[in-house]
């Protein structure tokens, strides 16, 4: 059931140049049911002139709490600019769940989680949900950022995916000159995919980002012979 109700923020930390991950509380202190992959609709009210600017965004951490964390990439718009001079404190108000995008544990022990830059969020929630089970899929995560720096909460990411015993693997499409990385770079493709998840046609593919990202892994699973029904993937914009 979809609840519209205030929340407060509690939280806005700068994780990456680019992304703030902003925790808002419930008022009420009530949980919100929902499957992780799932998203949220957030919205700013202003005082006085009665506007509202509301926007979806992926919630990234699992259900069960009365939080609920998002990943946003600053981008000045219209919220996010209203976020950028947020405090904690403030009143927003959210109404969730929505989304097909939905990770059934019992969907597969093996599974393809492929990620661009905010898109990572729904994978936290995942991760975070896997782990609160106890349950030990094999998951490998491909995630694509834009620069090195842009990986959002690297420690606790690499730590879920460590005590998982997964896989993680970070492409850099626009390194530096003078970058230090030494991972993969490029946008992910059908080679990436079949280097790190040869078994691929095994697995459950999860994929969620902007729209070319999802577009263009979607015909690379087709083409590595991935059948449609294997692959769940959720689209922005
Ligand atoms: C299901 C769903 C889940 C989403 N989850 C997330 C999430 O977890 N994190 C997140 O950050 N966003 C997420 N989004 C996008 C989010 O809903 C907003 O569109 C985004 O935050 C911009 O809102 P805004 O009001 O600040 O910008 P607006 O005032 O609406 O302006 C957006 C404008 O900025 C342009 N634009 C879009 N992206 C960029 C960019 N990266 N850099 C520069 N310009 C850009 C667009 O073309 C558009 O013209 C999600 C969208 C959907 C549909």
């Given at each position: 059931m979809i609840v519209n109700k205030p929340y407060i923020l509690s939280g806005a930390e700068k994780t990456t140049p680019e992304v703030t991950t902003f925790t808002f509380k419930a008022q009420d202190s009530t949980t919100v049911d929902f499957m992780p992959g799932m998203f949220a609709m957030l919205a700013y009210h202003e005082d006085g002139t009665g506007q509202k600017i509301s926007r979806a965004y992926s919630i990234a951490n699992t259900p069960n709490s009365d939080c609920l964390k998002f990943f946003i990439?600053?981008?000045?718009?219209q919220l996010t600019s209203k976020l950028a001079g947020a405090k904690v404190g403030d009143l927003y108000y959210i109404s969730a769940p929505y989304g097909q995008f939905k990770f059934d544990i019992?969907?597969?022990?093996r599974l393809l989680f492929l990620a661009g830059g905010t898109g990572l969020a729904p994978f936290y929630s995942m991760l975070e949900f896997i782990i609160s089970k106890g349950a030990k899929p094999d998951i490998v995560l491909i995630y694509s950022v834009?620069?090195?720096?842009?990986?959002?909460e690297k420690e606790k990411l690499e730590g879920m995916i460590a005590q998982l015993g997964g896989k993680l693997t970070v492409t850099v499409t626009r390194p530096k000159p003078d970058d230090v990385w030494k991972g993969d770079t490029g946008h992910v493709n059908a080679q990436m995919i079949s280097k790190y998840a040869p078994d691929v046609k095994e697995r459950i593919s999860y994929i969620c980002g902007p729209p070319e990202f999802v577009k263009a892994l979607k015909q690379a699973l087709a083409g590595l012979g991935?059948?449609?029904?294997?692959i769940r993937a959720e689209m922005w914009g």
């Open positions: 990439s600053m981008i000045g718009g019992n969907s597969g022990n834009k620069y090195s720096d842009e990986i959002i991935v059948p449609e029904r294997e």
